[in-house]
């Protein structure tokens, strides 16, 4: 079992470029998250999805979109960078939404010129 | 406001000594607690969780303990190793009107020298 797989591990964008980072999980868990982690801020939720077919916002939602394409895959796209996205993304899963263990992938290093 | 609270400062010790980190909230009233482990240039790895009903968990040489008065958890290492140099977050659930969601504290770095 992989877990919880992202990409890409790193990337640099320019202002008002758009991306999309990928996220999928092996491990059959209903709940799926987006989190960003900036140095002193911690782990912020961006966006969540309890289960296959819905999406909720987090914390810091503006300026992202997610679509939950099965119940494996959870993407993040960014439509127009700002350098206040530049940060380290990571997604996680759980069986349960929020109420079990968050499996967390690697992480995606994103850089916003 | 909800705030979780974590030393910002690194936590040194000696290899063989009892590591302590503290985690402290207000205005919240969690269900449970986990902790955390993160590695630089890595993602979170889930140590152990803590429901409001227990005082205390074990697991190896981890220890966690749950305060509800004192709205603290206290999160120890015993004979501590070099490997156990790392970030250590604590994780609450608080529920909201969308659900069960986990808040996150930033984390304290912890480094254990020979």
């Known amino acids: 079992n992989a877990g919880v797989t992202q990409t890409p591990k790193f990337q640099v964008l320019k202002t008002g470029q758009s991306m999309t980072l990928q996220c999928a999980q092996d491990m059959n868990h209903n709940s799926m998250y987006w989190y960003r982690q900036d140095p002193g801020m911690g782990l912020r939720l961006i966006y969540y999805s309890a289960s296959e077919g819905t999406t909720d916002k987090g914390e810091v939602p503006n300026g992202y979109n997610v679509s939950r394409l099965n119940k494996r895959e959870f993407s993040l796209r960014l439509e127009s960078a700002a350098p206040s996205q530049t940060s380290v993304y990571f997604c996680a899963s759980s069986e349960l939404q929020g109420s079990d263990t968050q499996y967390f992938g690697p992480g995606t290093r994103l850089t916003v010129l | 406001s909800q705030k979780i609270e974590q030393n910002s400062e690194a936590l040194n010790i000696q290899e063989g000594k009892t590591a302590t980190l503290t985690c402290n909230y207000t205005?919240?009233?969690?269900?449970?607690l986990q902790w955390y482990r993160q590695d630089p240039g890595r993602g979170p790895v889930f140590l152990l969780l803590?429901?409001?009903?227990?005082k205390e968990k074990r697991k190896e040489r981890l220890k966690v303990t749950f305060d509800t008065t004192l709205k603290q958890s206290l999160f120890h290492i015993t004979a501590s190793q070099p490997a156990d140099s790392a970030t250590y977050l604590c994780a609450l659930n608080r529920l909201t009107g969308g659900g069960n969601k986990l808040t996150f504290g930033t984390g304290t770095q912890l480094k254990v020298e020979l």
């Open positions: 803590i429901r409001e009903n227990e």
């Open positions: 205005n919240y009233s969690p269900a449970y």
